[in-house]
């Protein structure tokens, strides 16, 4: 049976961090919408040109776009066994939408892990992230910071701030989740799937909590 995962938080809470890992013991593709738009935007494709304008301003890219982007992505012949969603759905329409993907699929959604972390950490935390240009992994200046500052510990390529990692636009980032996103937390929660997890805890921390809860939901 597939295991479709969907991992829900504010951004900054470290999803993509705790995707990673949890991708990676889990044998299941990560996939990052907002990682398919940067590297649509790096590949000067027409969806990256479309999706450029809302990242740069903080606003999320239209549901009609990201859906097809994912629902494009979910067929691929990688994703049979399932897929770790990081950043999609990020609106109760993109929700709604999963679920009738993954019925095409005879999938559904089978757990929500929710990274939460309060308002207050979250702009600390977006600002003084670096992201490498190669891997996308991310450091955080104090937080987690990298062996030699500007370079990737693990690939050697630069750390560079992303545009929308600026103080300007983050808390726009983070008024567009409180209004769009948030009500997913309800959703889930209704359909009993949601996995509640502490994202203030270390990140070696977070994923073992992680990855303990999702082994015994997944295997059962
Ligand atoms: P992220 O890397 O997940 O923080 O996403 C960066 C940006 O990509 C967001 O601020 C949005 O502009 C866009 N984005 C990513 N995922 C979605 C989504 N599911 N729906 C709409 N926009 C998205």
Known sequence: ?????????PPGAGKG?????VSQKMGLPHISSGDIFRENINNLTALGT??????DRGELVPDDVTIAMIQERLSRPDCKPGALLDGFPRTPTQAEALERILLQFMGEVAIVPYINVPEAVLVDR???RWTCRAGAHVFHEHFNPPQKTGICDYDGSELYQRDDDKSETVSHRIRVYLQQTLPLIEYYKTQGKLLEVD?????????SVLLEELSRTVTG
């Not at 049976?1 to 938080?9: P, T």
């Not at 203030?200 to 977070?206: F, M």
């Open 1 to 9: 049976m597939s295991v479709y995962i969907v991992l829900l938080g």
């Open 17 to 21: 961090t705790q995707a990673k890992v």
């Open 50 to 55: 479309l999706a450029k304008g809302y990242m």
């Open 126 to 128: 977006l600002t003084g």
């Open 199 to 207: 994202g203030t805890l270390p990140i070696d921390r977070v994923s």
